[in-house]
């Protein structure tokens, strides 16, 4: 989902400039990434700047955990990992695992995303897809019986709250310049709700104890009330162990999150 100019802003008091204000140079780090388990970092899918920087957080996040991370991607569908992991065994370069992810070039301007994968092979971290493939997410816009089973429990969650399903229709409308039709407001809202479980899924699914996992995914996803975050905690990850990360234009207002950081459009 694209990101939204709705929502709370909700900086993190480890930023570096009060208000979450532009920074001068490269911004580091927020410090809730580098103490939490699990750390989100959220994108405008478009901003080279965004995966350069992002690349760079990798490494330090690598060079900072003693285990080996592993990384979501939420431009590499779920059902892929073998063979992602066969080409990581055989020394496989960025261009060479985005095939054996079967990324989709042309619908992420390949090679925009590069940087990241390049990074995550430099960290020898396990590479893992973690999104619905674009032929299931319709499946699931036009008709709720094709929801994947180990999915389902996410659209029973006692968790989600009138409250959240009217803000998650009100981004899905405001992303889509209010232009939709009424009918498929529900299958959107559905398929966002599913692809935000698929990678919480695949963030902490198997993962030992010990292990970090980082997800990388537009900021949609990664904002705290309606992403990952609250699918992380459905699936019984504390709230402490989560940091969620928000890369954004300057001067554009925030959804919430624990780190809020803006770059030059």
Do not use: Y
């Not at 570096?16 to 780090?29: D, E, H, K, V, Y």
């Not at 079967?102 to 619908?107: H, I, K, M, T």
């Not at 992420?108 to 032929?135: D, F, K, M």
């Not at 709250?161 to 803000?167: E, I």
């Amino acid at each position: 989902m694209r990101s939204s100019r709705r929502g709370l802003l909700k900086c993190a008091a480890a930023l570096p400039l009060p208000g979450c204000a532009a920074l001068a140079g490269p911004p580091a780090l927020p410090g809730v990434a580098r103490e939490r388990r699990f750390v989100l970092l959220g994108e405008l899918h478009d901003r080279a700047a965004h995966h350069r920087l992002r690349a760079a957080w990798i490494a330090q996040l690598a060079a900072a955990t003693p285990t080996r991370l592993r990384i979501v991607f939420e431009q590499m569908d779920r059902g892929r990992d073998a063979a992602i992991a066969q080409a990581q065994a055989r020394g496989a370069d960025a261009d060479a695992i985005a095939d054996a992810a079967a990324l989709d070039r042309a619908g992420w301007r390949w090679p925009l995303h590069r940087p990241l994968v390049e990074a995550a092979l430099a960290a020898r971290a396990e590479i893992v897809g973690g999104n619905l493939s674009r032929e299931a997410a319709r499946a699931v816009v036009r008709d709720a019986a094709a929801v994947p089973d180990d999915l389902a429990p996410a659209l029973r969650d006692p968790g989600w709250t009138d409250a959240l399903a009217q803000r998650l229709v009100g981004e899905i409308a405001d992303a889509h310049g209010d232009a939709l039709p009424a009918a498929l407001v529900p299958g959107l809202v559905r398929a966002q709700r599913l692809r935000d479980a698929a990678l919480a899924q695949a963030m902490s699914q198997g993962l030992a104890p010990g292990r970090r996992a980082v997800l990388i995914a537009g900021n949609g996803h990664v904002r705290d009330d309606l992403g990952v975050p609250h699918q992380l905690r459905r699936l019984g990850v504390a709230r402490s162990d989560i940091a969620s990360v928000l890369l954004l234009d300057e001067g554009v207002p925030a959804m919430p999150a624990d780190a809020v950081l803006r770059l030059p459009a």
